[in-house]
């Protein structure tokens, strides 16, 4: 297997393929950002290696050097620590358990020469495609290669088996829903985390005083935002509510690096002030979070509408990376300025 392709020479199907490869190990930290210091654990989402470049990394607790760490938890209990500061906007961060042989299948299938030792046997609710190996044979049948990942593709068979989340960072991920957590708006929204934004580094917004800079691109650390929009705050935790009668509302704005052909606009919409916290019970975010958003062309691209996630009917953008439309739009009153 070289970058997202098996070397066809070899591995003319799955039984001759797991038999003529040789068993190899891994350098964890330089090829796939994994590092471990005492009883802590440090996972890179990008990690440029001196051959290619790794997106994303998964690791399985061990008992010994042969056999994965197994749980009994009823009755027990499972505590851990998770600093996810540095954890970019839109990427998926889990814990989680699923029912993999404790050896890897090393014992159950005669093709696995490797077992836990070298990471087989994984498996999950979702039926990944994209296992290389799987019950001690190569999936090289109808295998795809990723068009986005040179190192990654999807065969014809998936390795499924019972998986209960323990914890898990982003429900939106790219353009996409997580359904595992969000298979409906409400318990969707219940499960996710309540987190913050890098505002200059993923969305390109700057202030300065009394003034704000807003960029079209912005390309972070790990995806390209296209677009924002900003609210004035009257506390942390509550948007200004601006009474207009009988008086007067200025300001600057300074277009001379506005784009032809995009819009910039200054606009007021009856949102609550609290952005919905204290009226939808499943609004756990409030203003401070920037939920609440709406206006007169009822926008269905808001991931998060009256304390429910819009994620029914919801379909992908096919040209932005982050973002989609779903069933239900999001509307009031608005006035431009």
Excluded: H
């Excluded at 009994?72 to 209990?77: F, S």
């Amino acid at each position: 297997y070289t970058g997202n392709k098996w070397d066809t020479t070899i591995c003319k199907d799955g039984k001759s393929c797991a038999s003529a490869c040789c068993v190899d190990g891994a350098d964890y930290p330089g090829t796939y950002g994994i590092n471990t210091s005492g009883d802590s654990l440090n996972l890179k989402f990008v990690t440029k290696g001196q051959y290619s470049t790794n997106i994303g990394s998964r690791t399985y607790l061990m008992e010994s050097e042969t056999k994965y760490q197994m749980f009994e938890l009823l009755g027990n209990e499972f505590t851990f620590d998770v600093d996810v500061s540095n954890l970019g906007c839109g990427l998926n961060g889990a814990l989680y358990f699923v029912s993999m042989d404790a050896d890897g299948g090393l014992s159950k299938y005669s093709g696995n020469k490797a077992g836990a030792k070298y990471g087989t046997g994984y498996c999950d609710a979702q039926c990944p495609r994209d296992i290389k190996f799987i019950n001690g044979e190569a999936n090289v049948e109808g295998w795809n290669p990723s068009s986005n990942d040179s190192n990654a593709g999807a065969g014809k068979y998936g390795t499924c088996c019972s998986e209960m989340d323990i914890w898990e960072a982003n429900c939106y991920t790219g353009n996409k829903w997580d359904t595992t957590i969000c298979k409906d708006g409400k318990s969707c929204a219940s499960a996710c985390c309540v987190d913050g934004a890098d505002y200059p580094g993923t969305y390109g917004i700057n202030t300065s005083g009394d003034s704000l800079n807003l960029k079209f691109v912005t390309k972070g650390q790990y995806s390209t935002n296209i677009g924002s929009r900003t609210y004035l705050m009257e506390s942390e935790t509550k948007y200004q509510m601006f009474e207009l009668l009988g008086n007067e509302f200025t300001f600057d704005v300074d277009v001379s690096n506005l784009g032809c052909g995009l819009n910039g606009a200054l606009y007021f919409v009856s949102m609550d002030a609290d952005g919905g916290l204290s009226k939808y019970s499943g609004n756990k975010a409030g203003a401070k979070y920037g939920t609440g958003y709406c206006d007169a062309q009822c926008p269905r691209d808001i991931k998060f509408i009256n304390g429910e996630a819009n994620v029914e009917g919801w379909n992908p953008s096919s040209n932005d990376s982050n973002a989609g439309a779903g069933k239900y739009g999001t509307c009031c009153s608005e006035m431009d300025i």
